[in-house]
């Protein structure tokens, strides 16, 4: 089974910056789609951002232009670059995994493998 573990979550003030990361182990399959999520309080989880494993990627309107999503396959590594942040962006964020090429709608129901979390807490 894959292990994630996010971090690089916080408390900055709108119009500042983040960069998550996602530190991921255990491959047992040869191809990827990788996505970042989040939950904000009393809301369900939300796709946020995809990335194919041919890397294509997807995101959320209200993130585009914003946010971007990478990886370092050398490093194993899964990151989202956090810019211009408002603070409708606080939740608690988590990369996961799925087991097919491409991520299509980025839905939590298709991403088998996640990590715990990381809080994300912008302030006006």
């Known amino acids: 089974q894959m292990q994630l573990e996010e971090s690089g979550g916080g408390s900055v003030q709108a119009g500042g910056s983040l960069r998550l990361s996602c530190a991921v182990s255990?491959?047992?399959?040869?191809?990827?789609?990788m996505g970042w999520f989040r939950r904000a309080p009393g809301k369900e989880r939300e796709g946020v951002a995809g990335?194919?494993?041919?890397?294509?990627?997807t995101y959320t309107d209200s993130v585009k232009g914003r946010f971007t999503i990478s990886q370092d396959n050398a490093k194993n590594t899964l990151y989202l670059q956090m810019n211009s942040l408002k603070p409708e962006d606080t939740a608690m964020y988590y990369c996961?995994?799925?087991?097919?090429?491409?991520?299509?709608?980025?839905?939590?129901?298709?991403?088998?493998?996640w990590g715990p979390g990381t809080q994300v807490t912008v302030s006006s």
């Open positions: 996961a995994a799925r087991r097919a090429n491409y991520c299509g709608r980025i839905q939590p129901v298709d991403f088998a493998d």
């Open positions: 255990g491959y047992t399959y040869s191809y990827y789609c």
């Open positions: 990335i194919d494993s041919d890397g294509g990627k």
